[in-house]
């Protein structure tokens, strides 16, 4: 069974926005109920507070997350529609407050690149056949090594946008151990979703 164009787009995003809600929830620290909201019932207001603000931190991490994924899927969608040579990049202005514009140039070249293996990717996906996530991966790469081989590209890909946002902007080294945590999380990820997709063990 094969779906449409936009279905299959649908399901790329879907698929992206579990992953990068996952990857949130591996590295952002959830608020923990106390005991003593049980003996203190009026605690559990500031608990409640605590987690609409841990959901609100974790909706802004998994869109930062997937700033470079969804340029990409929508110029891949664009190209796929058209039949056509997927359309070049174009980022929005980065804030005015934070870096310097060479700065910024940097990470927007570390971007594009990202943003160039993810067109290809996301193209052989909407290209392929099947009604879901998994049938379009199977579809579009067909074996663990080859998929594999992707994930590695963009694992180093995207490791490269993150050393110029530490050079140039979060330069603490609270910033490196996040960034290696969050890497190291995201690696464990996708190897688990490629397991589940080629019924791995």
């Known amino acids: 069974m ?33 005991v003593w909201m049980i003996l203190l019932p009026p605690l559990f207001v500031f608990f409640a507070l605590d987690m609409q ?3 609100k931190e974790a909706k802004i991490f998994a869109d ?7 340029l990409a899927l929508k110029l891949a969608g664009e190209a796929a529609a058209q039949g056509g040579a ?3 990049v ?18 927007r070249a570390a971007q594009a690149k990202e943003v160039a293996l993810l067109q290809e990717h996301y193209g052989r996906l909407l290209a392929a056949q099947g009604a879901t996530y998994a049938g379009l991966v199977q579809g579009a790469y067909g ?5 594999l081989a992707f994930c590695n590209a963009l694992r180093q890909a995207e490791a490269a946008v993150n050393a110029c946002m530490l050079e140039e902007i979060h330069t603490t080294a609270a910033a490196k151990e996040a ?3 969050m890497e ?18």
């Open 64 to 70: 930062g997350f997937l700033f470079t994924k969804r």
């Open 179 to 181: 960034t290696a945590a």
């Open 86 to 88: 997927a359309p070049a």
């Open 184 to 201: 190291n999380a995201l690696e464990e990820l996708r190897l688990e979703q490629m397991r589940r997709i080629f019924g791995m063990r």
């Open 53 to 55: 603000r841990h959901k």
């Open 143 to 147: 074996t663990p090594g080859e998929y």
């Open 90 to 107: 174009v980022f929005p202005d980065p804030p005015s407050e934070i870096g310097t514009p060479a700065a910024w140039e940097r990470i």
């Open 2 to 34: 094969d779906v449409s164009l936009v279905d299959r787009q649908a399901l790329v995003l879907a698929a992206e926005e579990t992953l990068a809600a996952r990857l949130a929830q591996a590295v952002l620290p959830r608020p923990k109920p106390s």
